[in-house]
Each structure stands twice: as C-alpha cells, then as structure tokens.
C-alpha cells in the first residue's frame, strides 16, 4: 500500500493510537491489532531510526542479568527469545558464543552459570553449553590470544537484525490492517473531557496536519517518551535516564571463525562482545551515561579507543583503530532508579497511565519487545473501555517468515518469502543487479524494493535500515549514497534538487558513523 495512502486514511476514528515506531511501538500496533482492534501507528521519522537499529544484534537472554541475580528477566528473555526465532527465522538465527578462561578456576564458574543459563531457558533452548579445552578453542576462534588459556565455555544464543525486524514486524501489523506509517508526527494530543481521544498528526513530507482520533492514545517513543509525557502533562517527572551504547565494527578477517566472542569483565565492569555479523565483525558495547536524547548519535573517540583496547587484551593480533570499518551508536531507555551506575539499572519495561488516560510504556530491550506490547495493550485496552481480548502474537509468523530457516549465505535471506520478489525485480531488469558499492553486498535491485514495497523515503532509510551498508563500511556507503539517490527520485518522483539534498543529508548523518574523529 502506498505511504500516501495510509496519510489519508490517519483521518479516521480507531481503537488504539500508538505514537512511535520503533521496537516497542511497532510490536504494540501488531498486538493491538492481532487482537481485533481498530489500529494507527505514527512514527516521526523512520521504523527503527533510533535506538532500535543501533543494537548489539542479539537476541539473548542477558549474561549481565544473570550476574545480577536478576532471574526472573532472564526467564522471560529466554522465552521471548524462542518466540522470536520461530516467528522470524529470517532475520533471527542461533549462535555460538565462547566464553574464555584465562585463570584455572574460570572454567568451571563460567560453566556453572551457563548450565544455569541453559536450565532457565527450559525447551526454548538454543543448545547446550560445553567446556572446551584450549585447542578445541583455538579451533573454533583461532584469533584467540593462546598464551595463558586454559579452555572455554561455549555456549548458544541468538543474533538478528534489528533494523529488519522492525520492519517486519511494522509490515505484519500492515498485513492484519493497521494503518502503520512514517515521517508523520504528534504534533500534540486531542482532548475531550480531560480524556486523551487522539492527536494532531503532522505529515512530515507534506505539512498536511490530520486529527487523528482513537479511544486510548500510546505513547511508544523510546528514548523520547518523557518529551511526549511533557506534552500531555508539563512538568512531569521523567521516567528515564539514558545511557549510550558504541560498537566498532571490523572486516570479518580480523576475528575469524563463527562463533562471537564473550569478554566476561570488561575494566568498567561490564561484558564485551566481538560478534560476527553479516559478513563483518562488531565489538561493543559501551554504556555512558548521558543527557538529553537524539534520533542520530555517534561513538566518541573515547568509546572506540576503549572497545579496541579491550577486545585487543583477547586478540592474538590487535586491531587498531585504522582498521576498523565503521562505528555506530545508540542510546538505551532505562527506566530511572537508585543504582549508582547506569550500567546496574535494569531495563524492565514499566506501563504508566497519565491523568489524562496515555499509556506510556517505557525502558526494555529488543529481545522482550513482544511481552511489552502485550503488557501495553492489556492497559490500554482497559483504559479505552475495549473489549477485553487475549494477545495471540506469541504464535503469529511475521511478515516474511519462511516455514524453514534458510541457510546461511542464501541470497536475499533476510527477506524471507520476499527474497523471490527482490530476485524478480533483477530478472525483469538486468541493470537492477548491479552493485551499490564494490565492498558492499546489496543491489539496486534492494533499493527499488525498499521503496516500493518497505516504506523507505531517504537515502538514509535505504542505507543504515533497508539495507545495513552504513554499518558495514561508511565510505562505501557514501560512496553508493548519489546512486541511491537517483533510484529513490525515479521511484517517489523527485527531482536533481531532491537528490543532492539527499547525499549531502546523509553524509552529515555517515560522519557520525566514521572511524576517525
């Protein structure tokens, strides 16, 4: 369906109004409307354009939780985890992870906390933890630092991509009826009776302003619920606090082999990751606190010298930061507390209703983004004197899912059913198989798709969340954006004017996602 059309249909009288487009927001539209409601979703820039395209790309049950104590979260996660894999087998696959020792005692202790991690996980899990002598650990990681290992313990997990999710999940709740749409923003809230009933929504495109109407109003907005809890309630108290996370990512030939790589302590405390991810290797992640919130952040000079120094203490051979691809960044939502560091802060979700009857939900993490829609909506619904409905989203495939996992490599694999209509745009155009970029492993034909069929309005929708190019080389991705450019102004009917904008736009946006600050 074309964006245009879902505008025009914004003007309209529903059941549920979520504002936010991000995980959170998205799986909250597909519960809502899964269970029979009359549902709209806007979002004000992109799906996924903060937070929820800026993860580590696991989906996981949280070693750092299970540190913690914090058991009950680990359960859940493990169990959304499940749910996860088998409802999108397309962008959510199992992965080996080693967890090495360096003193005698470590093998044995890490071995008991993933034995739990394992027994938690109960039916839903993704394979048994082992120890493993230093050389069957070499084997599997053989850029492993050597001196002084005494083994491992490897362990199971999942990786997605987040981006791609998002999307999918935001075509899913299209699929069942939704009115799910992008660049259009909330401008402010519709009152009658000192109820919330709906809000003034901005086309971002077009300056067209639409009332739109419904009987409970949700504010999923991520990092940003508490400027939209502002304008529903001003001088309200925050919810959250933020913290950001940075990730360094390398060609995939500087950290061989298939499994990731758990750092255990990090000098801060915390746990590091060196992960293969579509065919290159990320290392992150920070956690700085910070002030104020952004939709486009980038990691400081510090966090990139600090992620390589730490992963160079488990290298063979160090990387340095000339090495290095790209960078990215995001920052978390978590829910405010006493903790003396951000890092203690549990992102558990919470719900809040507002005077005025908005549901804001709050904090979480991608992996339990399901259990927080269904949280939300069962508040909503009682807020909006709906009728009262269980949410079946636990058992609904997203748009895509194939019924079998395809192999890994597969061409066009993360689109899933879609992958044949990619492949059919190349064939009944030949040009359309080109090449973005040299170093980069998407077409035109990716583009084209991205416009037609996903939603994508700019260069930066097609190159950091339609495709992942900016996350895998930032100047290959610059060097691709005038193409993107001129295909996006074929398809949505742009001029030379649109496109330089365009370039000049997303270069601003890439240099946050260089190597060298």
Known sequence: MKRETLVRQLDDDFDVLVIGGGATGLGTALDSVARGYKTALVEASDFAKATSSRSTKLVHGGVRYL???????????????????RNARHVVHELGFICPAYRCYEGPLFFAGFAAYDLLAGFSNFGFSRPLGPLATLSRMPDLRRRGLYGSVRYFDGQFDDARLALAIARTALDRGAV???????????????????????????????????????????????????????????????????????????????????????????????????????????????????????????????????????????????????????????????????????????????????????????????????????????????????????????????????????????????????????????????????RLPYTRAQVVFAAREEFARTVDDVLARRTRALFHDVDAAKAAAPAVATLLSAELGRDAAWEAAQVATFTTIAALSATTL
């Open 67 to 85: 540190q913690n104590g914090e058991l009950s979260l680990v359960r859940e996660s493990l169990h959304e985890r499940a749910n996860l894999r």
């Open 180 to 438: 799910v749409t992008n660049y259009a923003r909330a401008v402010r809230f519709l009152y009658a009776n000192d109820r919330a009933c709906g809000a003034l929504v901005r086309d971002e495109e077009t300056g067209a302003e639409i009332e739109t109407r419904a009987k409970v109003v949700i504010n999923a907005t991520g990092i940003f619920v508490d400027e939209l809890r502002s304008l529903d309630e001003p001088g309200v108290g925050p919810l959250l606090s933020h913290s950001r996370g940075s990730h360094v990512v390398f060609a995939a030939d500087k950290f061989r082999g298939g499994d990731a790589l758990l750092i255990p302590k990090t000098d801060d405390g915390r746990v590091l990751f060196i992960i293969p991810w579509q065919g290159c290797v990320v290392m992150g992640t920070t956690d700085v606190p910070v002030d104020g919130t952004a939709l486009d952040v980038g990691a400081t000079s510090e966090e990139i010298d600090f992620i390589i120094a730490q992963a160079n203490k488990y290298l063979e051979v160090p990387v340095a930061r000339r090495d290095a691809l790209a960078t990215y960044a995001g920052l978390r939502p978590l829910v405010s507390g006493k903790a003396s560091t951000t890092a203690k802060l549990s992102r558990e979700h919470l719900v809040d209703v507002s005077s005025h009857g908005v549901v804001t939900v709050a904090g979480g993490k991608w992996t339990t983004y399901r259990k927080m829609a269904e949280d939300t909506i069962d508040v909503a619904a009682r807020e909006g004197g709906l009728r009262a409905a269980p949410s079946p989203t636990a058992k609904i495939g997203l748009h895509g899912n194939p019924a079998t996992e395809a192999p890994a490599g597969t061409r066009y694999a993360a689109y899933g059913t879609d992958g044949v209509a990619v492949a059919s745009l190349e064939r009944d155009d030949p040009g359309l198989i080109e090449p973005l970029d040299a």
